[in-house]
């Protein structure tokens, strides 16, 4: 295992738009699985048998991403303070990089790099190989906005409000976006077009080469919006902290529905062929109609949720405070599967290639085949 210190989803879709992208630098591992944030692949049967799981130097709030061709998973600690690389198939150490800070948010992986955001404000890019460190930004706020990138450039938003855009080869600020309050949602990246959220309640559309907004839309004034946002077919699918899913036109910013929840809604959504799937505080997992915003069913048991539901094949996976995991079914609900680990969960799963990882305040990464 190699120590460095720096000194100062949809599957089959997404290796279709990686393949698309520039081969230098196109996203390959990324935060709900592809840049529009779905969160839903297909893929081998996952058995629920625990195949592995490792021990990192803190409790793990990071959400794991799977570079399945490369065989390769990558997180972050808390006080270990650092980005791991995993072997997928054992969960061997491969390379560790330590920041002077935690990493809450998720790694971002291309071809050749892994870039995240660390609580020390320092924006990170490493080799993806080695974890040796190649560059980085000085944010000077808190980052736990998870990265997203097109072949060119790197968006990530912190806590002073602002959202950067990065170029890829030297980490020079391209330009920057200043919201009214925290930017902890992570930017989906669609068509050209950034959606995000932030703490001042509003909800952003801009425009990812300029840097221009395209639209904002009061959402929440009172509340905030850490929800990072699920876009496809023209529709935007985010939570806020006053307890309802919001559906908006990605055009115009027009609501389209809304469904309510009894407390928060900070997790992402994930996005099924007719469905949404949302977590709440409010300890319900809720399957909405995609279409109308009304309620298919809903399941409880695992605690509040602040961890963000995955799915696969015909599973929903989802975690708790309560310290379980457990999967139910799509199309009804009902509960097939679930695993008790010691400490709440807060890292979001993620489901490819046949392997189901998250991470624990155990302290532990954990994969099921």
């Not at 893929?43 to 061709?69: C, H, N, T």
């Not at 109609?289 to 695992?302: E, F, N």
Request: hydrophobic content about 40%; some cysteine; proline content about 4%.
């Amino acid at each position: 295992m190699r120590v460095l210190r720096p000194g100062s989803a949809f599957l089959l879709g997404f290796l279709l738009f990686a393949g698309a992208c520039t081969k230098a630098e196109s996203p390959v591992a990324m935060f709900r699985g592809d840049p529009g944030h779905r969160a839903f692949a297909k893929g081998p049967a996952i058995q629920g048998e625990l195949a592995w799981k490792e021990r990192l130097k803190g409790w793990v709030f990071s959400s794991p991403v799977v570079d399945a061709a490369r065989g390769m998973v990558f997180v972050g600690d808390s006080l270990g303070k650092s980005v791991y690389a995993l072997d997928l198939r054992t969960g061997k150490k491969l390379w560790t990089s330590a920041t002077e800070g935690a990493i809450l948010a998720s790694p971002l992986v291309t071809r050749t790099k892994v870039l995240v955001g660390s609580e020390d404000g320092l924006f990170y890019c490493l080799d993806r190989k080695t974890g040796r460190p190649l560059w980085s930004f000085e944010a000077k706020a808190i980052i736990n906005s998870s990265a997203v990138c097109d072949s060119q450039r790197v968006y990530f938003g912190d806590w002073n409000g602002l959202l950067h855009a990065l170029d890829l080869t030297k980490g020079a600020e391209v330009w920057s976006f200043k919201a009214g309050s925290r930017i902890t949602s992570s930017p989906a990246l669609v068509a050209g077009r950034l959606y995000f959220g932030s703490w001042d309640g509003n909800f952003f559309c801009l425009d990812a080469a300029k840097g221009s907004e395209i639209w904002r839309a009061s959402v929440t004034p009172e509340k905030k919006i850490g929800s990072s946002p699920a876009v496809e077919e023209g529709r935007v699918f985010f939570g806020a902290t006053d307890g309802k899913v919001y559906c908006l036109d990605t055009s115009t910013g027009k609501q389209l529905w809304v469904f309510e929840a009894a407390k928060w809604v900070d997790a992402s959504p994930a996005l099924g062929p007719d469905c949404v799937v949302a977590a709440s505080t409010d300890q319900n997992l809720y399957c909405l109609d995609k279409k109308s915003g009304a309620l298919r069913w809903k399941q409880t048991g695992l605690g509040p949720m602040i961890a963000s539901p995955w799915i696969y094949n015909d599973a929903v996976y989802a975690a708790g405070e309560r310290g379980i995991i457990a999967a139910f079914r799509l199309s009804d609900g009902q509960k097939v599967w679930e695993y008790q680990t010691t400490h709440p969960i807060k890292s979001s799963p993620v489901a490819v290639a046949g392997m189901l990882i998250f991470g624990s305040y155990d302290t532990h990464v954990y994969a099921f085949r």
